[in-house]
Each structure stands twice: as C-alpha cells, then as structure tokens.
C-alpha cells in the first residue's frame, strides 16, 4: 500500500527557516534522502510494511496543486492516502491538527490542491504557527524567520508532527487524531 505525504512549502534559501515552510521541515524529517524529480524533491521510505512517498513541492506554495496531482497520478495512490502537511496561523505555535477533509481556511496551498484535485476530501496535517501579527500582515508573519524561542521548541513540534504523518500510514486516521489532535 502506498501513500503521499506531501509537506508544503516554498522552495530555496530565501525560504528557508520561515513558518510558511514547516510542511518541508516535517517530511524533512523522516528521510536523509532527497531527489529532485517532476515538480518537487521526493524521497522514499517504508513504513510497517507500506510505502512512503515524502514529496517537497517545487511549485511554490500557491501551486502545491500541480505537484500533489501529478504524484497521485503517476504512483497511483488513492486520495484517501494523502497526507498534506501545512502551516497554520490559526493555530498557537505547537499545536497539531489532523482531519479527514476541511476547508481551505484560507491557505492557499490547500485551495490549489483543492482544485486540482477535485475537492477537500483528503486529510491535512495543520502544524500551528501562532497568530502574532498585526490584521493586513498575514503574508509577511508566514513568510518570517521563526523566533528565538520558537527555534527552541521547533524540533520537538517537528517530531511529534512527522510521528503523526507516520501514525497516519500505519494506524490510520481516526488512531491517529485521536492521539495527536492537542
């Protein structure tokens, strides 16, 4: 059985250590291996006897839907094995969010895989980036280097988050919110 976990964010330096790009830092996380390949750097794993297919979109965030797509085609992997993980500026910094299906809420990346996909059924790993930033300035705090004290606390929510993306795979969605969903 195969799976997609598709961690969003934006590719390049510049993009680095910003909130916007902790999709990338979650699947980063459960491979050493990368290869840059059809619209995204990609690695494989096993899992409890299944298939991992780690992808980091190279379409930038906005265009998450291209690269998401063309993956499930070409692996032929059902939806409901698809994992996207994203930044969340509704959520504190720390927390995680699993769901099955959802609205966009606004993020961008989850509107184009939206419409590329044909709908919001598949379930999203939200990683919370916290909301302190002054109402306009949404894309400049997404887009910020991560605080201090963030930066300290950051590979703990990095590792409970790829544990998660992990747990969906082998033990399914509902286990696994259940566990994780704090």
């Known amino acids: 059985m195969k799976f997609l976990i598709a961690g969003l964010g934006n590719p390049g330096p510049k993009y680095e250590d910003t909130r916007h790009n902790v999709g990338f830092r979650v699947v980063e996380q ?11 750097d990609l ?3 096993k899992h409890r006897g299944k298939q991992l297919i780690l992808l980091k979109p190279n379409t930038y965030m906005n265009l998450s839907g291209k690269a998401v797509r063309y993956w499930l085609q070409a692996e032929n992997i059902p939806k409901e094995n ?6 969340d500026l509704h959520l504190d910094f720390g927390r995680l969010r699993l ?17 590329l996909t044909g709908g919001n059924n598949y379930a999203r ?11 306009g300035q949404q894309a400049d ?3 910020s280097k991560w605080t201090r004290e963030e930066r ?11 544990e998660a993306c992990l747990s969906f795979c082998a ?3 509902g286990n696994t919110m259940t566990a994780f969903n704090r």
């Open 141 to 143: 705090y997404v887009l």
């Open 82 to 87: 698809l994992l996207v993980v994203m930044d």
């Open 171 to 173: 033990h399914g969605l």
């Open 99 to 115: 769901r099955g299906k959802g609205s966009d809420a606004g993020h961008n990346g989850l509107k184009d895989i939206d419409r």
């Open 43 to 45: 690695a494989r794993i």
């Open 125 to 135: 790993l939200r990683v919370g980036i916290g909301k302190d930033f002054h109402p």
């Open 152 to 162: 300290e606390e950051l590979p703990a929510l990095l590792k409970d988050a790829s």
């Open 30 to 40: 459960l491979a050493d291996e990368w290869k840059s390949e059809t619209h995204g």
